[in-house]
């Protein structure tokens, strides 16, 4: 009821009218509509001769790229050669923006633009956000991230309304997401966050400034390796310190592994609250072995999947049993935007959906992230084109067509898409799998064709009649043993890289079985007095926990990279070593020991087998080569198991392919079923492996993998936060402890 009232207000008053998908955009072309069209044709990335940067139009729709924005209106205004009194000369519109209000700001407010402004030697992110040439040096590349408490549709929605995606910095501060009034977190003051885009080589510095009351956050780069710089891979009491409240945290590292990643919350369920945000690391196109696959890789259409609540995601943890049961979106979002039809009253949000425009006869590469939190695998279809898939969590792979993308929780798929149908508008259809297809959870976006228009002209597809599918990418029945002609599974695709012929040998160094499920308490065992076992209250009532080799996860008091010594070796644990009366709820800090250089080969085993659920494991530091996705061949199995599975693979019945296995760094195992990933453990440190299901993640589906020994590591950086328990002797002197009058 309350979502109605705030649009209709939204509406009726004198505010920017939230028009249907395409016409704001339709609104503001007038005489300039031809220049706005030819945008999605003014690459940068192979093609920058013919103009791109000249169209000096006065606005910009969400079909530009970064650097169609103007400068000389956004925060970085003072840089550059008309140095720091651009306000005065150059229009008053920007600079009054920026500068003449009559508040006083808290000195955050600026803080954004300070580095910047001091240091001649950093780049702006418009700046970075180039096309990538071979031999040109590498810039520092500076971003600042204020992060606070925020609105979807609050007052600064009164002022404007938000058009760029992707961007680092959003000239508006409206959030619309999609349409319901809520509360969330924001970096910049945005949902997605800011975008960092760079060239493969850059240096990335961020600084994360924090100030959302009485919270700590880390910031993880979903997808870097993180070589040399681990202590800034953004994992919270293993890699670093939280951030407190009130702090900046400065982020370096370099963009040394290109491809379509991102960046999220890595501390509690913040993630979903809007703390996310797209990383491509572009190449020089001479390095990319798919480059003669697409004319243009625009800013604009990178494509960031999220689910998204209607509440504070703490809300459903550990969850309720008898209103919003379990830990499902109410909605989905695509680069932050969408609409949603209020299931109960039927009413539907007219917020603008997101629009990704192409010139006919072009081929575009497409970068699209899955930043799902929930367990709902996510499958997104384009109306009438197909899509050649040519990359997958930034490792390119031999393109293979398909026309659907089934795709989980932290991964990433790049896809090219020919401009060679009728010149007009279709529809992108996002739907919720799996737990998602209860509430039947989709979200729409437009794919136009420029000078075409801007609607579709068929109905927008629903959840029971969408899209026709063809070939699916990554199938969730995983019968992946054989070639099929509907479905394409992922240990299918081909690397295009070369691939270390240590991990195609027969045995590996170094074999680790990892099988997970869930535990799951009675309510008399955890509701005992004086005990507070962490838990999660599923979809069905249960009260679970889960385990990795029968171990769940729980984090160090200080961070195993900066304060190992800190640390009581009592707090670590694995399969081998499990604390004497450890029960079956068994916590503590699970690290597994691998030397530098080893390769490593991990049989992931789904002992949950709950059928709707495949669980995807993320690795820091790493891309590993996918050598098996399976389930298990013996029909007399019903379950599999850790027994089982040792079984299979003394009898070589695991299913292992050693002919180009694709690379990947986030991998969905199959209910029922395992996976067989291989990687050479050559970057040293402490990485997190870990089911990237965010209520996963809280309830101790995580492990550390320590790569070589303290002495292989990079000394701590200067002046490093640090942090711990505190627990001084107990002062049994009261008479002086407490001072007299
Ligand atoms: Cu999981």
Redesign the pocket.
């Known amino acids: 009821m309350m979502m109605e009232s705030r649009l209709i207000a939204l509406a009726s008053a004198a505010l920017p009218v939230l028009l249907l998908p395409g016409t704001s955009v339709a609104v503001r072309v007038g005489t300039k509509s031809k220049a706005a069209d030819q945008t999605a044709s003014a690459s940068w990335s192979q093609d920058v001769s013919n103009g791109a940067f000249s169209d000096n139009s006065d606005f910009f729709s969400s079909t530009h790229g970064v650097f169609q924005t103007h400068p000389e209106r956004g925060p970085y205004a003072s840089r550059g050669g008309s140095g720091g009194s651009s306000s005065g000369g150059r229009g008053g519109g920007a600079g009054r923006n920026t500068f003449s209000t009559k508040s006083k700001h808290l000195n955050y407010r600026t803080s954004s633009t300070e580095e910047l402004k001091k240091n001649p030697s950093l780049s702006s992110p418009e700046e970075c956000a180039r096309a990538c040439r071979e031999g040109e040096p590498p810039r520092i590349c500076y971003y600042h991230f204020t992060l606070e408490y925020y609105t979807v549709l609050g007052a600064a929605c009164q002022v404007c309304t938000p058009n760029a995606t992707n961007t680092v910095s959003s000239h508006c501060q409206c959030v619309l997401a999609d349409g319901v009034e809520r509360g969330i977190l924001t970096a910049n003051r945005m949902v997605p966050g800011p975008s960092i885009q760079v060239c493969e080589g850059d240096k990335v510095v961020v600084d994360v400034e924090n100030h959302m009351e009485g919270m700590e956050v880390t910031i993880h780069w979903h997808g870097v390796w993180q070589r040399g710089t681990q202590y800034y891979d953004g994992v919270p009491f293993v890699t670093q310190c939280p951030i407190q409240q009130g702090n900046t945290f400065r982020y370096q590292w370099v963009a040394g592994n290109a491809g379509t990643h991102f960046w999220h919350a890595h501390t509690g369920l913040q993630k979903m609250d809007g703390l996310y945000g797209s990383i491509a690391i572009r190449q020089p196109p001479s390095k990319d072995p798919n480059s003669n696959l697409y004319d243009f890789d625009l800013t604009t259409h990178v494509m960031l999947l999220s689910d998204w609540m209607h509440e504070d995601a703490a809300e459903r943890f550990p969850g309720r049993l008898a209103v919003n049961t379990g830990q499902d979106p109410e909605s989905l979002l695509i680069n932050g935007k969408g609409q949603f039809r209020d299931p109960n009253t039927g009413f539907m949000t007219n917020t603008p959906l997101e629009v990704f425009t192409m010139t006919p006869g072009r081929r575009y590469r497409f970068r699209m992230i899955n930043s799902f939190a929930s ?1 709902c695998p996510a499958q997104l279809t384009i109306q009438g084109h197909n899509l050649t898939l040519i990359a997958t969590d930034g490792e390119p792979v031999h393109p293979v067509l398909v026309s659907t993308i089934i795709s989980f929780s932290g991964e990433r798929y790049d896809f090219v898409i020919n401009a060679d149908q009728a010149p007009t508008a279709y529809w992108i259809q996002l739907r919720g799998l799996g737990e998602c297809g209860i509430r039947r959870v989709q979200q729409l976006a437009i794919l136009r064709y420029a000078r075409g228009p801007y609607q579709p002209s068929s109905n927008p597809p629903s959840y029971d009649y969408g899209i026709p599918q063809g070939v699916a990418l990554n199938p969730l029945d995983a019968i992946c043993n054989n070639r099929r002609n509907d479905a394409i599974c992922i240990n299918q695709l081909k690397n295009a890289r070369d691939i270390d012929r240590g991990l195609l040998a027969e045995r590996p160094d170094v074999k680790i079985f990892l099988p997970f499920r869930f535990h799951v308490y009675t309510p008399e065992d955890l509701f005992s007095p004086h005990t507070y076992d962490r838990h999660l209250v599923a979809p069905n009532g249960d009260h679970v926990i ?1 385990l990795i080799d029968e171990i769940s996860y729980l984090s160090a008091p200080s961070p195993l990279l900066s304060q190992y010594d800190d640390i009581n070796p009592d707090q670590f644990c694995n399969g081998d070593n499990i604390p004497p009366d450890c029960g079956q709820n068994c916590m503590c800090t699970h690290k597994i020991d691998i030397p530098l250089n080893a390769v490593v080969e991990v049989v992931l085993v789904d002992e949950v087998q709950q059928p709707n659920l495949s ?1 995807p494991f993320h690795l820091h530091g790493y891309a590993f080569n996918v050598i098996g996705i399976g389930r298990s061949p013996d029909q007399n199995v019903k379950k599999i198991n850790l027994k089982h599975a040792l079984d299979l693979d003394r009898q070589g019945l695991l299913h292992r392919q050693f002919n180009l296995p694709p690379g990947k760094d986030t991998i969905a195992v199959p209910n029922n079923g395992y996976v067989v990933l291989r990687f050479r453990a050559d970057n040293p440190g402490f990485w997190l492996f870990h ?1 990237h ?1 965010l209520f ?1 993640i809280v309830i101790g ?1 995580n492990l550390i993998f320590q790569v070589g020994s303290l002495s292989d590591l990079p000394p701590v950086p200067p002046n490093f936060p640090t942090c711990g328990d505190h627990k001084a002797e107990i002062s049994l002197d009261i008479q002086n402890d407490y001072p007299k009058q």
């Open positions: 367990v889960s669980h089911c299901f996963h589906m």
